[in-house]
């Protein structure tokens, strides 16, 4: 219990990269010792580029390792429960990517069996470290904006890059899983956890249709019991790369956070250049490049808070039980869509259902 965190991965792609590209930035406080993902060459790629030391093609042979503390789950969502569980039950410490899980009975069982197991359920939410965010919320909390009674997330890109997030039985819904989920923790995270009272969301599937049987639009109002109200706005359906706002109001002031556009430098390019931001899908003509695009999102600032929870240093400020709720906000969503009208919380969804199958006919 001293030294550097030694950390596996299981994933080799998009976040998985993150995570090690992130452990890295706060190399410090973590190591990454391995990574563990089925296609062959792919964990590799991810090895030599980080110079992650062992590689594995099954997970389950990586929880042998005994000096892992850490696992980070990278993987496709209807994955998480159980790689979840098996590394609980490995006695290892767990990072699981969002959303939580697929159905509530998953995420209730992933936060009992790591209690009981004595492992921390860390829930990878960047948004609650993204410094942009944690500013408006200092300010906030330091009564800058007086009584707050709106906040707005949204999150926009025109669509995933893996088949899977795609496939709803595979990612459990469209757009609103898959970016809401960090609008819902978000609202939450800042209005400091006041329960959600009632959700009412508008979804529908706009330009993916033949793609996908998901949302690539939604739009999602959120009642907190402190009387204030989140608006999270997501799409699979927006051109031009990745835009992520916040957008906070009071009585006594308003704040304004564009996460990336406020950041970028804008630019004219008649010749096109590497590469400008998350998605974008060129850089001829107008486009917005981001700088340190990792430590803008916090990324780096969340392993590095999830490295010092594992030694004691800190409590975990984003965990499994915050998966939890998201979870149940997004079956709200869901069933909400389907009836039209606002579902109030505490919500039961039907048992094995996942949250699209509350919407889809
Ligand atoms: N926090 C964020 O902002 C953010 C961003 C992107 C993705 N994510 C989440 O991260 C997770 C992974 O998404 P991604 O974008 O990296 O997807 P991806 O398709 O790029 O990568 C998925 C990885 O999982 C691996 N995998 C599949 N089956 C496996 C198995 N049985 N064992 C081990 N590895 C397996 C694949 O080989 C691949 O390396 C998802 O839950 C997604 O929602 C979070």
Same mark, same amino acid.
Request: include cysteine.
């Given at each position: ?7 596996? /991965? ?6 998985? =990269? ?85 159905? /509530? ?23 609650f ?8 919320k ?28 795609? =496939? ?16 819902i923790a978000f609202c939450y995270w800042f209005l400091n956890r006041s329960p959600i ?23 999602? /109002?959120l009642?907190f019991e402190s009387?204030a109200?989140g ?11 990745? =835009? ?73 400020i984003a965990t499994?039980q915050d998966?939890r709720v998201v979870?149940?906000a ?26 699209? =199958?509350?919407?889809?006919?």
């Amino acid at each position: 219990m001293s030294g550097k965190v030694k950390v596996g /991965i299981i994933g080799s792609q998009f976040e998985a =990269d993150i995570h090690a590209a992130s452990f890295q930035i706060g190399s410090e406080e973590a190591e990454v010792v391995a990574v563990a993902s089925p296609t062959p060459g792919h964990p590799e790629t991810l090895a030599r580029r980080y110079g992650i030391p062992r590689v594995f093609t099954d997970y389950r042979q990586m929880l042998l390792e005994k000096d892992i503390e850490l696992v980070t789950i990278a993987a496709p969502n209807y994955l998480h429960a159980q790689m979840t569980l098996d590394c609980a039950r490995a006695g290892k410490h767990v990072l699981c990517e969002k959303p939580l899980a697929m159905t /509530i009975e998953e995420a209730d069982e992933m936060v009992d069996v790591c209690r009981r197991e004595g492992v921390l359920l860390l829930y990878a939410e960047e948004l609650f470290f993204t410094p942009k965010y944690v500013k408006a919320k200092e300010m906030a909390d330091q009564g800058a904006f007086g009584r707050v009674h709106l906040v707005k997330q949204s999150e926009r890109h025109f669509g995933p890059h893996s088949p899977w997030f795609w =496939d709803v039985g595979r990612s459990g819904g469209g757009v609103f899983m898959d970016m809401g989920c960090h609008g819902i923790a978000f609202c939450y995270w800042f209005l400091n956890r006041s329960p959600i009272r009632s959700v009412y969301c508008q979804m529908g599937t706009h330009v993916h249709g033949d793609k996908t049987r998901g949302e690539d639009e939604s739009l999602c /109002i959120l009642e907190f019991e402190s009387g204030a109200v989140g608006l999270v706005e997501n799409s699979w359906a927006h051109r031009g790369g990745m =835009d992520d706002r916040v957008e906070v109001h009071g009585e006594g002031g308003v704040t304004y956070a564009n996460l990336h556009m406020g950041n970028a430098l804008p630019t004219y390019s008649e010749y096109g250049y590497g590469y400008a931001v998350e998605k974008a899908p060129g850089t001829k003509g107008w486009s917005y490049p981001v700088f340190e695009e990792l430590w803008n999102y916090g990324f780096p600032q969340e392993m590095r808070h999830f490295a010092r929870c594992v030694r004691g240093k800190e409590e975990p400020i984003a965990t499994g039980q915050d998966g939890r709720v998201v979870m149940e906000a997004l079956f709200a969503g869901y069933a909400s869509a389907a009836k039209g009208g606002k579902v109030c919380l505490p919500f039961q969804p039907p048992a094995g259902k996942k949250p699209i =199958d509350l919407w889809l006919k």
